[in-house]
């Protein structure tokens, strides 16, 4: 059988057998070429995700990855970006930070353009070398340590660094309740966040002329004994007490502070802020206070909204990790939706500065640093209550 025409053009019109097949070749290589760029055009747009989803710390990391599960599934509900879907690839990095780099290694290899991670500090710390030398962006949902902050690198955040928060927390205990001595207790494993935090508490604390106590660090393990965490926290004569860490082991330390001294004022970093800490501190958990830029009793549609939809799709409330995940992915659809090209990706979020986030807008400084509101926050019959 002779091919006549093919592709629109008439190959009758070419005497020469050899040119009528080289003419049929250039086409077929332009079609090639042609269907090839429209493939490119509808492939997906490759997103990681890394975070603790197993272990102690995996109420942060599973709200992160749901935070960020129904920003994706919404995206591609509504044609994706550009019309190309987004495929989020999810990854445990076990709370390790080798494991961190390892699973960031993986990720970067299937062709992500970006990674929305991880949800601790330490993790943070480990992650973000490597990806300054691959040139991937990395916007993490809840890293807040200040050792990252104020750097040019590939490393974005929508939670602010570590300042206010410590500072509202000692400011209420100071001011609002007189409390002019405070025992810290950290977390050793996730030090760049709980050491961070412990300073920043210190200096605001001091400055006000209140006295820390004592600053007691541990680590998660068999010998781990929060009964007599709790009583060097009474022996050092404080009237209250800090916790930097996270939700089950601050819920623990609460029960054992209640035992050993009833009368203790109790504050909690943002970590422990989630549904976690008050199962596991039970009573004890009322009273406890928080400070965090997350409001769970926000009456903004915007939030009446997302917490709707996140409560159809996973059955359970949002917390603040889930909130910032949430609001992680939308930052990444705004620039995806300029560009999808990875190298720009940094310039074109901190061109655009300001975006919309599920409690209202915020913006984005020249060093990836957001600026937001912190609210005061306490626990009562078993669930956090905004103050201010």
Partial sequence: MTMKRYAGFDFSVISNARLRQAALCWVLAVLIVLVAGCSKEKSPLKIGFAGGLTGRYSDLGTSGRNGATLAVEEINAAGGIHGRPVELIVRDDQQDPEMAVQVDNDLIQKGVVAIIGHMTSDMAMAAVPLMNRKGVLMISPTVSTTFLSGKDDDFIRVTPALSEEPKKLADYARKGLGVSRMAIICDKANRAYTEDYADAFKSCFGNMGGHVTATITFTHGADTHFDILAHEVSASGCEGVLIAAGAL???????????????????????????????????????????????QNSRKDTFMQFKKRFEARFGANPDFAAVAAYDAAQVLFAALSQSPDPQILKATILKQKRFHGVEGDFEIDAFGDPIRRFFLITVANGGFKTLE
């Fill in 249 to 295: 082991d601050a819920g623990m330390i609460c029960q054992q502070l209640h035992r050993e001294n009833a009368n203790l004022h109790i504050f909690c970093s943002g970590w422990a802020m989630t549904q976690d800490f008050i199962q596991s501190a039970g009573r004890a958990a009322d009273g406890v206070m928080f400070a965090q830029f997350y409001d």
